[in-house]
């Protein structure tokens, strides 16, 4: 068989369904990062350190995790396997 020929498959177009799947890796992330700078704020106050940073970067974290969960409302779930 030449290269680029199936075998009597019907080949479909590849269309991509958005699905709220990459938005859930990017929203773990946010949450891990978000609770590693709380408990570096949470030691840093504790300690009296200077926290003013880490409370920051903290609240920035929040605000972006917020504005994902709300984008990933609008999306549907994940509805088939990734193609590899």
Do not use: C, K
Not at 4 to 32: M, Y
Not at 50 to 61: E, I, K, Q, R
């Amino acid at each position: 068989m030449a290269a680029g020929q199936n075998r009597g498959e019907v080949r479909r177009p590849h269309r991509r369904v958005r699905s709220g799947e990459d938005f859930d890796i990017i929203i773990g992330f946010l949450g891990f990062w978000a609770l590693v700078l709380l408990a570096v704020t949470v030691w840093m106050e504790i300690t009296a350190q200077p926290a003013v940073g880490w409370a920051l970067g903290l609240l920035v974290t929040l605000l972006a995790l917020y504005g994902m969960v709300r984008l990933r409302r609008r999306l549907p779930g994940r509805t088939a396997t990734r193609r590899r």
